[in-house]
Each structure stands twice: as structure tokens, then as C-alpha cells.
């Protein structure tokens, strides 16, 4: 009988029913629910009546901390074992002269109620534990208990159960539901994380079970012995014969000899693996298609899958929540290609330093990195998403928190929508426009970087190079002579004002206009074509924006240059002369900085141009600086031939919503899983993906009310 009660009391999958204990007919509410013909528990008395109250009286209730054991008793067998006294109304019973005797030979005081003759029973030793100490009152209370519990355990697996289970030799049937399973018969030469998630990734109810078998690595080091001296025998025999090899066999043989080093230096362990998959439809037809796109999925994978015909009923089990390998189908692997395919696991990115980016979708963590101090390759990134998507709330907010951080910020601002943080926290606006008053001059040269050791005229070349792809831009394109003309024309204009190829330290305080330019294309021969292009930057319509001396600084924590007062033609212009501008003042002061540019598309409208930012790109790691490249048209970048290397130059990838449309168009420069395309066209304003290096991680941008009062610049209706 104790052990009856000990072995109730700890089962912890027991679902115990609850009851007040002012009214006993709540204890069959469970069955009344199952619809189970069920007797009810007993009572103190051994019976329910719901017929005839039961009189309590009441006591203040000393406070009395409850152990585990003391709660589950208590739900159990209906007791309080708080140590408050009650007063029983005495039991009417016919046998008073039997309870008696066995009141005298029992232990327990036959006048106190059932609930303490209880909790006094599990505290008695088991060594000093004889069934004759119960009373027969208490043995049928015990046995009540028990044939409840062992009802209410076989109903529950009745409920969990299939009503029915039909088996074939390709499928089986449960409950109407059809489903059929797969085991991996091969795996390739290497798993990867990659393919993992393409598996996950295929849409279809389904079950998968991964078997991991840890082995001893001496036994499989003979066998690897054995096999790599047979296909070294069989590679010598073909090349004796003449016969031309088979690649499959020469990259078996490298597989196997790669491992027998790895294992031999205990770089890598030996595992047993096995993987099972179970798909589940409704009707024959859709599970043959389910199956079909399943090998297919597979076989693009390198993956061999078999159907288990004629042993579905071992299968079932082998993919149920149950840790049972009925069959155990395994292949060999090893610690990187099982550490690579583990498919339960999804990495937080936290870093000791940097800005919160958001929540992470698959773990509700936070993620938490920082661009400026990392093991990335590079602090740029790329930004791709639709108008209206959340990209510039998202970029502001990034630019905000590094702000605080300490990093200096330059954003290129073709649409003004950058302003209201100047606004808020202050610092620099330049407002590039015809009617501006704000200047950039292209013809300033670099000062020296101290730790740069520089020959004659090196700066200088330097400038003229990037005044020539400027020329290229506003002049609609130089063929090769009128290259050759401006490069000359460019070295006389700076001629005039002292400055030369035989020099290593310019003044820099005296620079030429673009009207120095002017007159002396003017007075070159084969000069006056380009000299009548060149003129409308000078004295027509567009002469303030390059023919006047700089008179602005990035020296500030943020600065904003914005661009949307400029007239189309000029924009691409502009914002070259505009990077080419603040790359002069990174080089010089070197010292971590974020530029932001926005609208890219500008930029990559032109070859020129785009080659700069790439430029750009490839070197801004050595000066400290991450670019932020920004664009809603992945056409853009499919259209350049610049757009997947700057892709690739930038560690970060930042996808937000896209249209269905531009998906297709966007595999072509990152590669995307079919889960991470289907939540990019379905996902909502805030929700983006985040790539960094091998990690992709689905983030949903949080912000506090101060920082969107700081950001928003959306209509607000009320």
C-alpha cells in the first residue's frame, strides 16, 4: 500500500483533478468532461454523498509553508496538509466493536481524520512499514485513490492515441490521415548549415528524427585503412590499363584520406548517424506529390532517401517524439559535418559591444552587434527594401544608437529625410543646391596622412583623377582624346596657381575654380567643344554648385548633406563630389565613422560613379569607416555591374520586405532560402532579415518612444 501511494504521489504526469473542499461532487468534474463512468474519490468518510453537506468547522489558519510532496498530497487524496485542527463529525458505523480492535493494533490514532493518518503514513519508514498497520477504513481509501489514478492514466492514452492505424506496404493510414516515411541512405562529402535549413525549410507536415550514436574512433580508423588501400588498388589498376579515371572515385578516395588525418590528429570524432522523415496528407494523390518534391528536394541536396516499404509500423514509432530507432539505418559522419547540420539550434548575435538591433523572430532574443568592433571583414553593409517597408526608420535608428556610442556620422540625403535628426540632437546640415550658400569645391586638394610616405606629386595625381571622373559625369561622358585634353587642361589649371607635379606639399589654402578650368580649355586648341559643355557650370545655370571655394567642415558628430533641391541631372554629380569630399576628410582625420548612403541608386546610375562607391567600399575598412549602402530598387543592382561586388564587399546584409517581383531578381546577389524569400514578401513594417557572415537571423526592430519621437518622419493622422 505505500508504495501504492509513493508511487502516485511521484508521478508527475498525473493529471490531478482539483476540488473545493466545501463541495466533494467538483472531484469527477475531469470525468464529467472525458464523459468516463468513473466512481469518485472517497472522502475522509471513504464515500461521497453529494447528497448530505458535510459540517466543518473553521479555524484561523496558522501560516505554514507547503513542501512539493505536501502539495501533491494534498491535490491527490483531497487533504489539507496545512497543520490547522478540524473537528469531524463522527462517522455512524455499524462495526464499532471491529474498528476498535483494529484501532488498538494500528499506529495511527483511529479518532484523527483520514487526511492526517495519510500524511503520517508517507513519513513512516519503509524498513518499519507492515500492511497491517492500516485500518480497513484506510485501506479502502488508499485502493479508491489507486483504481482512480489507473483510470484516469488509461483514459488519457485512449485520447492521445489514433482511433484507428492501417498499414501498406509504400504508406499507412491514422486516423484518416496518410502518411509515409523516408531514411537517409547517403549523405554527401559535407553537410553543411545550408543545406540543414533547406531540409527544414520544406513545406509540408512533417516529423523528423536525428540519431546520433557517438563510436569509438579506433574501429573506424581500420575500416577507413581498408577502404582507402581498395580504391588506391582500384585507381592503380585503371591507371595501369589506361583507362581514364573515375571522379567519383578520386574524390572518395581524397574524402576518406582527409578523414583518416583529421581523425588520426583528433581534430574530428566519429559518429553514427541516422535521419528519418515522415510526411503527412490527407488524400493519396497530394502525399505521391509531397513525396516526390521530397526526393527532389533531397537529391538537390546530394541527399539519397529511400521510402520504407513493407516496415511503416517501425517507421511510425522511429519519427514519434519517443527517442526509439526501430530500425537504426545509420551512416557514417563526422564532428564538423554533424556540428554544420544541426538543425536545433538558432544562434543569438550578441556582442560585448555595439547597439541594439532588435528581437530575434526564432528565439525572442535580443540581438545585440557591434560593426566597428568585430571579426567581419569589413564594417559595411547593405540596406534592400521596398518604399514604405521601415528601411529609414530602421537606418535612423541605427544612426541614433551608434551616436551615442561614440561614432561620427555622414549621411548623403537625396530626399531630406534625415533632417529632423538634426533637428533633435543638432550638429551639421549642408543643403547642396543652386540656392545654396553651402559650397563644395572638387578641385580642393588632400593634406597628407602622417603615416603615408608620399612622392612628388602623388596627391596631386590623386585630385586629378577624381576630378576626371567627375568630368565624365557633368560632360556626358570623354572618349580618348577628350580624356587626354582635360587630363592636360587639369594640370595647367593647377599650374596657374603655383601647383605641380615636382612638389609634395601643396597650399592648400589656394585651390582653382572650375572657371580656371574654363579659361583654359578656352585658350587650348580642340579645347572649345568641351570648354561650351564645361560652361554651364560656370556662368549658366548650374554655376554656383562647383565654381566656388569650400566653406563646410565634417568635423561633427553627425553631419547631413542633402540633395533633394537639386534637379535630376545634377544629382548624380553632386553626390559624387559629395563622397569624394568626405573621403578627403576620412583620410585625414582617421577615426571611426558610419557614412549612410541613401537612394544608392543615384550613384549607380552611372559607371563612373558606381565605381567610386565600390572604390570606396573595397578600401573604407583601413580608415575606420562603415558604409551604409541603401537602395528600394534591386533592379539597380542587377543592372550595374557594380552592384554584386559592393554586395559582397559589405559583411552586413539588411533585407527588409520586398514584392514579389523583385525576389527573383534578389537570389541573384544573395542567396535566400525559400522560407527566408516567403517571409521577405509576407513580412510587416519593422521586420527585416539580418545577414552577418553565415548567420541569418529574422529581427523585428524595437524602439522606445523617445528614439521614435527622435525618427519618425511618416504623416501622422489622427
Known sequence: MLDTIKNIVFDTHYPLPTMEKSDASHIVSWQEKTQADQSPLPTDQGKINDNQPQEQKHSTPTPHKTSRLENLVSKLFFIDTSHDKETKKPQANASKEQESIENS??????????????????SVPDEE??????????????????NHYNSIVSNAKNHIAPSYRELSASHYNLSGMLAKTYYTSSYPSYMDALRTRDILDFHSKR??????????????????????????AEINDAVSKGITLDTELQVQYQDVETIRQKLATHEERYFETGMYITIYQEE??????????????????SIRTKPATFRMDEWFTTTLPLCLDDLGITRSTISSSLAGSFPFISQDLISETGILYGLNLHTWGLIVFDRFNSSLPNMNSVVLATSGAGKSFAVKLEILRYLLTGIDVIVIDPENEYKNLIDKVGWTYVNIATSSQQYINPFDIAPQIHDIEYQEGDLLRTQIMNILGLMHILL???DATQEALMDKALQNTYALKGINFKQKVYNTQNPPLMEDLLQVMEGMAWGE???????????????????NYTNINVNDRL????????????KTPAMYNVLNFIWTQVRTTMKPRLVVCDEARILLQNDISANFLYWLIKRARKYWLGITTITQDVEDLIRSKYGKPIVSNSSMQLLLKQSTSSIKSLDQIVWLSETEKQRLVASGIGEWLMFVGWQHLAIKVLASAQEKEFIQTGLKTK
Open 129 to 146: 512499514y507492515n500492511d497491517k498497520i492500516l485500518t480497513s477504513q484506510l485501506r479502502k481509501y488508499i485502493q479508491d485513490t489507486s
Open 207 to 232: 516529423d523528423l528524427s536525428f540519431f546520433l550514436y557517438p563510436e569509438d574512433d579506433s574501429s573506424i580508423k581500420s575500416q577507413l585503412k581498408q577502404k582507402a588501400t581498395q580504391i588506391r
Open 476 to 478: 556626358g561622358g570623354l
Open 529 to 547: 567643344d568641351l570648354a561650351i559643355k564645361l560652361n554651364k557650370y560656370v556662368g549658366g545655370t548650374f554655376w554656383k554648385i562647383f565654381n
Open 105 to 122: 493494533k494500528s499506529p495511527f490514532n483511529p479518532s484523527s481524520p483520514l487526511k492526517d493518518q495519510v500524511q503520517k503514513l508517507l
Open 284 to 301: 493519396k494523390e497530394k502525399l505521391r506529390e509531397e513525396s516526390k518534391k521530397l526526393e527532389q528536394k533531397m537529391s538537390w541536396l
Open 559 to 570: 553631419t547631413i548633406f542633402s540633395i533633394r533641391d537639386l534637379e535630376e541631372a545634377l
